[in-house]
């Protein structure tokens, strides 16, 4: 098998999967409990939390757990809107956004508040000087995400938050669930970070929202003791620990990995460059994803040719919607080329040696399909 889709997930660590069995059999009790079992629960709870805190240069105070990215995407987002709606109701993100950003804003525009989307550049970055001009006394938000999960573009978070800084009744959340991990993160330019364990190599289900520890927001669960207020119900002390062990391991050798991953990113593009294909992602997107699209070839007929060798990526983000991808028509304006986009992400996992079968695959496929 060739795996090639890692940021729709990771394949849990060994060491990852052996903390989370380990926790499950030994930390039994309900965190939230008084009697010694709860009480052993909550310090092993606490034990990971500051650990993730070190990791990230912030405050165990400022994590709250989640299920996932998403949760932590509604959480932020509707969380802002109901606390600080007599503040304002203008709000601020890009289409490059994960559906988990789009959905929960398409639902507050029904609700009455007002979103604007910032133009991009022709690299896909955030054109600041229309940001600058969007920007009103009235807005409460902006949510724009470090990396785009289908092209890997990268967004200049530092320019971003100082522009969003000019304006102190407003808060910026950036969606980092490509980015933490992956590349080295400085959480102190932004109010908000979403992401999820499942990216770098630790268990589905869980995922962080980093929120700075002075601000205040409506909780999306109400009810029940936690880690938090922010979020209740009985802290999942197994999923947790692992989430910190995960992240501690993602983060050793941690340039090695980095280089390598580049280092196959500019050997795919190479090999691509000789196919009859359209490279989506600009060079300075983040090397763990490559994105290009195959003209006159549905992306969902070519995904299950690979298939059949037993090779594995992806057309859209796993969780969009519709038959074309939101991001590339958002940055070439093509519909023919947004409706055939394939995604290939790379791990510090993946060899040449399956970049080379790919390739083989990929054009003994383009040939069958094209006649």
């Known amino acids: 098998m060739i795996y090639l889709d890692y940021s729709a997930t990771t394949p849990v660590n060994e060491e990852v999967l052996n903390s989370y069995i380990k926790t499950c059999n030994t930390f039994i009790g309900n965190p939230n409990s008084l009697h010694k079992l709860g009480i052993e629960s909550k310090n092993i709870i606490e034990k990971a939390t500051n650990q993730i805190a070190s990791i990230l240069n912030v405050n165990p105070k400022e994590i709250i757990y989640t299920s996932g990215a998403s949760e932590s995407n509604n959480t932020v987002i509707k969380g802002i809107a109901l606390k600080y709606k007599n503040r304002g109701r203008h709000i601020i993100s890009t289409e490059l956004e994960h559906s988990s950003i789009i959905a929960p804003l398409n639902y507050l525009v029904e609700e009455g508040y007002d979103v604007d989307f910032v133009k991009l550049k022709e690299n896909g970055e955030v054109d600041l000087d229309n940001l600058k001009e969007l920007m009103r006394d009235d807005t409460i938000l902006v949510s724009i995400s470090s990396v785009n999960s289908e092209v890997g573009i990268k967004?200049?978070?530092?320019?971003?938050?100082k522009i969003v800084k000019e304006y102190p009744k407003c808060f910026f959340h950036s969606d980092m669930t490509q980015s933490i991990g992956k590349e080295k993160v400085d959480l102190s330019l932004v109010d908000f970070a979403s992401f999820s364990a499942q990216k770098f190599y630790g268990m589905k289900g869980v995922g962080i929202l980093y929120?700075?520890?002075?601000?205040?927001?409506?909780?999306?669960?109400?009810?029940?003791k936690s880690t938090t207020i922010y979020r209740s119900g009985t802290p999942a002390t197994p999923l947790i620990v692992s989430t910190s062990k995960a992240l501690k391991l993602a983060c050793q050798d941690f340039d090695i990995k980095y280089n390598h991953v580049k280092e196959l990113n500019l050997y795919l593009r190479d090999k691509l460059s000789k196919l009859n294909i359209?490279?989506?992602?600009?060079?300075?997107?983040?090397?763990?994803?490559?994105?290009?699209?195959?003209?006159?070839?549905?992306?969902?007929?070519?995904?299950?040719?690979l298939e059949k060798d037993d090779i594995y990526i992806s057309t859209q983000t796993a969780c969009s919607q519709g038959n074309f991808s939101k991001a590339i028509y958002a940055i070439t304006k093509d519909k023919e080329r947004s409706s055939s986009s394939m995604r290939i992400s790379l791990s510090y996992l993946t060899t040449k040696e399956e970049i080379d079968k790919f390739i083989i695959s990929l054009d003994k496929n383009i040939k069958e399909l094209s006649l």
């Open 211 to 224: 929120k700075k520890e002075k601000i205040d927001i409506i909780p999306l669960i109400h009810g029940g």
């Open 278 to 305: 359209d490279i989506n992602s600009p060079l300075n997107a983040i090397p763990h994803i490559l994105n290009f699209s195959l003209r006159g070839i549905k992306a969902e007929t070519m995904l299950h040719a």
């Open 155 to 161: 967004q200049p978070i530092k320019e971003i938050s």
